[in-house]
């Protein structure tokens, strides 16, 4: 099998749309479910959201934001590029049942990853609104086609350039005061899908949120994705990754996220490599190195 | 010659060695066991506790004999053609230790076998848990390219339960599946603190290591946040891998664990390794709490020292000393307890597959049968724990049995 990049697009800084060749994964996929992706030999797995899929040209569609030293590398792929495996689908897909009004509400990159969902919510015949934030107009991406998704769509940007300025949860107050909402589905950072569940909590409304922890092989065989539900440790990437808003414990999910943001006192460990007894690198031991491998 | 699980002849190969050829006693331990150059290295080798040269001293070391021959002997016997077969489908999942042991067994049967992996390269444990200077990659490329020369065809990259399910195979005209998933999933402990950065489970280390890519300049360079001053919680195989592929990075690496250093469930000439490669060993000391920074980072470990107390009648139990509480200065903490069994649940969508408490399969202990018919389990998914030996040998038998059963 192999993996090819079939459009690249540029969705607003640093952000990136790749249509990528996979049939057997654009057969099987179903909203929410993700891929994980390894771009050559010895690179981090990336798990990413598949965002659409194209059947009769068998591609799948992942937005992504470049943040790290492996996204970075993904976005520096041009069309036709290969990539060595996307392993997938995986996680559980969403569940999409009709319920009545539902709210979408998503901030950032999250408003890709709620696409496809809101697309399914709505063909079963549920009536979607939806809240998308962005910090400034430049950084609102996937827009169109959520308004062609929701019945009604909000945006906000934290600097007034489009629209309403704002955060996302001062227009969730509004819609739950105007509506009766049966069920309000939540993509976005720990603070504001806290927050969003502390204000759903009051008023006895269903919430689910979209945790991104940090994953290594994606399978449920590290324990990196751990995320505290319920009281209990449960893996990110196999009982996710949607949960009950209520139950997860977003205090340690602050904290797993935090844990591979690297501080400036952080680096310089990684940068100087010492033994316990200090000595300096002899040449003998710099050619041993080399004759090793 | 009891001792090992596998039966391999050892005073044949070992006569063989005296006669001064490897060659001939490589072939004689190939007879049994198929993968010689892992088990020389990774062995626990149950075969020299029971050599009768232990009560009177130190016993043979068949390990080290198994080795030199795998690595001296193999020129005789191997470049063969692959070999393309034309039995039944049979589809193992998982190439661990287990799966690919019966998977070769059964090839040579003659059946068609397949072998499902989920990751990018065959191995499982001997690939992704264990590091490169206990089974080095070539060798591990070797052994695997061997199986694959039997007709075994491997597909990498493919997760059953996602990719496909358990009955989708029996579809594409499998007659039985093997499972063979392995024990991977790190249990998670009760000690506060532990989701903290810089908190690390032993499996999550050892991937993190072992998906480097080895470089000369890489090498000693982590791509992961990793302090200065390293903890490891453990006593087992994989709590003194961790330790020693820290120690690799240059930093300073503790082992702390609650018994004491002869109750360790691991063989004395590898902690022997490690002490000479200045792992420090903290026995009797059990952890009670990861202390953080303000960065919700890891900033010491509280621990406690434990010691052998009466508790009633000639009964000696661990207790804690009184007052010896201590922080023991680390920046960084690998967790390595124990496992649990891999996920099952997504593999069958209609939850006919039993599982017991603690989340092994159980299976029928004379067939090696599942719950599900024509569905086989073998390997630490149904033992949890244990050598990889073992392992091997648990693919082996059940391999002989599907064969019963197939010829039924």
Redesign the interface.
Known sequence: ?NFKVTNKLTLANNTKRLDILAP?IAK?VKPGQFVSI?IG?????IPLTVIDQDLKKGTITIIFKEAG?STKKLGELSINDDI???????GRPSTIEKVGRIVCITSGIGTAQILPICRALKNVGNKVVGIVGARTRRSMMVEAQMRLTCDKLFCTTEDGSYERKGVVTDVLTEVLERNEVNLIYCIGSAEMMEAVSQMSRDKKIKTIVHLNPIM??C??????C?V?VDGK?V?GC?DGPEFDGHLVDFK?YK??L??????EE?RK???Q????TNETKTFKRFLS??LR? | MQGCPLGINIPGFIRNLREGDVGRAYEVIREQNLFPSICGRVCSAPCEVSCILTDEGSPIGIRALERYCSDNGRSRSSRKDKIYRKGKKIAVVGSGPSGMSAAAQLAQKGYQVTIFESLDAPGGVLRYGIPEFRIPKKILDFEINEIRNLGVDIQTNFFIGQNASLEDLFEQGFVAVLLATGAGTPKFVDLPGSNLGGVYYGEEFLMRVNLIKSTLFSRTTPNFVLGQRIAVIGSGNTALDCARAAKRFGRDVTLIFRRTEDDMRTRRDERDFAKEEGVEFEPLVKPIEILADQNNFVDGLKCVRMDFAESSKDQWELARVPDSEFVLEADTVIIAVGHIPNFLKSMDANNQLNLSSDGTIEVDPKTSQTSIPKVFASGNVVTNAGPIVEAIAGGKQVAERMDRYLKR
């Open positions: 099998m057997a099987k390894v030999e010895g690179d981090e797995r030293d060595q495996t996307i392993l997938g689908p995986l290594v092989d399978m449920g065989m590290c324990g990196s751990r505290k440790y893996l196999i340690d904290i797993r935090n844990a591979f943001e690297e501080t952080w460990h990684r940068l490599p010492k033994t316990k190195g080399i491998n």
